[in-house]
C-alpha cells in the first residue's frame, strides 16, 4: 500500500509564505510524478504544480512566479514553496503522487492540508 502524507499547512496573512511538504512511503518501485492539488470553496480540484521524474515542473498560470515545486528523491518528498500569498490561495491542498507499484501505475493522493490565507 503506498501512503501520501501532507504537512505544513495553516492560516497566514496575505503576502505571507507557507511551505508544505509530502512525505511518500509504503512499497513502490518509482515515483513518477508527484505534485500538488488544490480545492478551493464551491470550486473542483485544479492542479497547482506537479514535478515529473527527470522533467520540469509545471504550474498554474495563478501561481507561476509565487510558488516553487521541489523534490528530494532520497526522502520520497515532494514540497510546496509558497510566497506572496493571496485569499485566492484559500483552499484544501492535496498531494498527488503518479507511483509505479507491484499492482502498476497508480494515482494516489494525500489527505489533503487547510491552507488559509486571510488578514
Known amino acids: 500500500q503506498v501512503l501520501l502524507v501532507e504537512s505544513g499547512g495553516g492560516l497566514v496573512q496575505p503576502g505571507g509564505s507557507l511551505r508544505l511538504s509530502c512525505i511518500a512511503s509504503?512499497?513502490?518501485?518509482?515515483?513518477?510524478?508527484m505534485g500538488w492539488y488544490r480545492q478551493s470553496p464551491g470550486m473542483q480540484r485544479e492542479l497547482v504544480a506537479s514535478?515529473?521524474?527527470?522533467?520540469?515542473?509545471i504550474y498554474a498560470n495563478s501561481v507561476k512566479g509565487r510558488f516553487i515545486i521541489s523534490r528530494d528523491n532520497t526522502k520520497n518528498t515532494v514540497y510546496l514553496e509558497m510566497n506572496s500569498l493571496k485569499p485566492e490561495d484559500t483552499g484544501v491542498y492535496y498531494c498527488?503522487?503518479?507511483?509505479?507499484?507491484?499492482?502498476?501505475?497508480?494515482?494516489?493522493w494525500g489527505q489533503g492540508t487547510q491552507v488559509s490565507v486571510s488578514s
Open positions: 509504503g512499497r513502490f518501485f518509482e515515483i513518477e510524478r
Open positions: 498527488h503522487g503518479h507511483i509505479l507499484s507491484g499492482i502498476g501505475t497508480a494515482d494516489y
Open positions: 514535478s515529473p521524474a527527470g522533467g520540469s515542473p
